[in-house]
């Protein structure tokens, strides 16, 4: 199982950005996608979740209006947008599978983080 | 919205000696959290989940106990790869996935 994800990206305030998350190793419609970020030094913030069999999502109410999470089937990749873009939205994201075993449910496998950096 | 707390911030132990780490919700989550490490410019990496069952790879020396709001993750004989930032996190009732603030297991 992996997840790899794009590339950093820098944002000018105002901005939008869009990172990916490319999963491999396992049939990628039957677990979920997480999205959690985390400033420097600081710790991990939940921001949202996909089932990428059917795209439906859900998202923490601090983001609400601002993200949008979907995919890509064909290609096995989650996407992650965040527009309106500020310096505190400066982070590393991480995409994350989500697996239901037997009633409980983790983020068993994590990307390698994408540092998105807003500034001016 | 479930708010998870963690304590203390920081915890300094010695190599060898047990580290007891606590996570509080504010209101039942049942069995239903993990713990997460974390170490310095590295994913997050499931540890626990169902308050007490190791997931794959993690030693046995990783013991997790508490129900309802109270947890505990206990690291038994410390080792040097174990000192790491640690984050419960509830999944009794998401949205928010909602996760600790984090302790932070540091070398005495």
């Known amino acids: 199982v992996q997840l790899v994800q794009s590339g950093a990206e820098v944002r000018k305030p105002g901005a939008s950005v869009r990172v990916s998350c490319k999963a491999s190793?396992?049939?990628?419609?039957?677990?979920?996608i997480h999205w959690v970020r985390q400033a420097t030094g600081q710790g991990l913030e939940w921001m949202g979740w996909?089932?990428?069999?059917?795209?439906?999502?859900g998202y923490a109410q601090k983001f609400q209006g601002r993200v949008t999470i979907t995919r890509n089937p064909s290609i096995r990749t989650a996407y992650l947008d965040l527009s309106s873009l500020r310096s505190d939205d400066t982070a590393v994201y991480y995409c994350?599978?989500?697996?239901?075993?037997?009633?409980?449910?983790?983020?068993?496998?994590w990307g390698q983080g994408t540092q998105v950096t807003v500034s001016s | 919205e479930i708010v998870m707390t963690q304590s203390p911030a920081t915890l300094s132990v010695s190599p060898g000696e047990r580290a007891t780490l606590s996570c509080r919700a504010s209101?039942?989550?049942?069995?239903?959290l993990a713990w997460y490490q974390q170490k310095p410019g590295q994913a997050p990496r499931l540890v626990i989940y169902?308050?007490?069952t190791r997931a794959t790879g993690i030693p046995a020396r990783f013991s997790g106990s508490g129900s309802g709001t109270e947890f505990t993750l206990t690291i038994s004989s410390l080792q040097p790869e174990d000192f790491a930032v640690y984050y419960c996190?509830?999944?009794?009732?998401?949205?928010?996935?909602?996760f600790g603030p984090g302790t932070k297991l540091e070398i005495k």
């Open positions: 994350a599978r989500g697996v239901a075993l037997s009633g409980d449910y983790m983020q068993d496998y």
């Open positions: 190793g396992y049939t990628f419609t039957i677990y979920d």
């Open positions: 996909l089932n990428p069999k059917t795209g439906d999502a």
């Open positions: 209101q039942s989550v049942t069995r239903n």
């Open positions: 169902g308050v007490s």
């Open positions: 996190q509830q999944y009794n009732d998401w949205p928010p996935n909602s």
